[in-house]
Nanobody, 122 residues
Framework: VQLVESGGGLVQAGGSLRLSCVAS????????IGWFRQAPGTAREGVSC????????YYADSVKGRFTISTDNVKNTVYLQMDNLKPEDTAIYFC????????????????WGQGTQVTVSS
């Protein structure tokens, strides 16, 4: 199983980035897919997740209205479009795959990627 993230980098506040994650080694269509992040000195938190069953999306309150999750099931890829970025969005972003999608909090990760760094300067 592999989840390989890309698209991180350094951006100024108010800017945008798009993260990508290519999945392999498992049935992409049968898993909820999403993103977690971890800032220095903090616990990992769920950012967004999309259901494999009906395409429902979960977003953390801190990113609602700014981040958009989407998938390309042909390419086994999940994207996270991040707009109006803030310094507090600075973190390592991890792609995750989850057997179950929860309306209340999205993904419960079974598989993790290695992460990609996002840094937002003020």
């Amino acid at each position: 199983v592999q989840l390989v993230e890309s698209g991180g980098g350094l951006v100024q506040a108010g800017g945008s980035l798009r993260l990508s994650c290519v999945a392999s080694g498992f049935s992409f269509d049968n898993y909820a897919i999403g993103w977690f992040r971890q800032a220095p000195g903090t616990a990992r938190e769920g950012v967004s997740c999309i259901s494999d069953r009906d395409g429902s999306a979960y977003y953390a309150d801190s990113v609602k209205g700014r981040f958009t999750i989407s998938t390309d099931n042909v390419k086994n890829t999940v994207y996270l479009q991040m707009d109006n970025l803030k310094p507090e969005d600075t973190a390592i972003y991890f792609c995750v795959a989850s057997v179950v999608f929860y309306n209340e909090y999205g993904c419960d990760p079974k598989y993790w990627g290695q992460g990609t760094q996002v840094t937002v300067s003020s």
